[in-house]
């Protein structure tokens, strides 16, 4: 089996595109959260989402989207870029959005989360203090999270040795071996760790290997669409940097 772990694609349809063609031939998508929010195709994205085979846990910002969530805790940008996306999100992907779980187990083997284990759709796991923490609350081998829009993998070592994070070379491929890790595959419509391009994991169960992938994509042309829409300026500058 083969699976695409995406996450936080954030309505950026060019970036999602571009991480399918590079995927190529697949049996589902692994999707983590986020899937509308910043970008300027929430509806667009979450029906080519559905398109394909697929699982999906619900995000922050689909809660918020679909107004399941406060967003006291976004910051203007967010907040305004969230208001649009309500304002244009369609029944359909509405209706869809309602219906995401927060966990998901998959195979015994996975656990599937936006953010943390203990706080799903909110917590970011961004240092070995959460990671520690996400290894407590879950008994399986791997972890997949997204939410930071930062690529990591964190390695729990030997029995009270601790836990390791570092964010992935390019084109990593992390062993599965029994070892229990959690994994970030970054996010595919908003990077943030200074790399434009958009970031997501090819999962190879044959070869029992995560690869990590990076993947140009028009940014540009996403620009466009956005500026046309009236969204934050500071959000359509930082798809350039990848910050
Ligand atoms: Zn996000």
């Not at 969530?69 to 996306?85: H, L, P, Q, V």
């Amino acid at each position: 089996m083969r699976y695409a772990v995406i996450s936080d694609i954030h309505a950026n349809l060019e970036a999602f595109q571009a991480v399918l063609d590079d995927a190529g031939d697949i049996d589902r998508l692994w999707c983590l959260g986020d899937v509308i929010g910043y970008g300027p195709d929430p509806n667009d994205c979450t029906a080519l989402l559905r398109e394909y085979e697929h699982i999906c846990v619900a995000g922050n910002h689909d809660l918020a989207g679909i107004g399941k969530a406060d967003t006291y805790t976004f910051n203007s940008d967010a907040k305004r870029a969230i208001e649009w996306t309500t304002s244009v999100l369609g029944a359909s992907a509405r209706e869809y959005l309602a219906r995401l779980p927060l966990v998901l187990t998959m195979d015994n083997r996975f656990t599937v989360v936006h953010g943390s284990p203990r706080e799903p759709a909110w917590e970011y796991i961004v240092g070995v203090a959460e990671a520690k923490a996400a290894f407590h609350d879950t008994d399986t081998e791997v972890t997949l999270v997204g939410h930071t829009h930062v690529p990591m993998v964190f390695r729990e070592l030997g029995a009270g040795a601790g836990v390791k994070g570092a964010p992935p070379a390019e084109d990593e491929a992390v062993q599965l071996n029994g070892r229990r890790l959690i994994l970030n595959p970054g996010s595919v419509g908003q990077p943030r760790d200074g790399d434009e391009r958009a970031s997501y994991i090819l999962l190879d169960l044959e070869q029992q290997v995560a690869r990590y992938r990076r993947v140009p994509y028009r940014i540009t042309k996403v620009q466009e669409k956005m500026q046309k829409a009236g969204l934050p300026e500071r959000l359509i500058a930082r798809l350039t940097y990848g910050r």
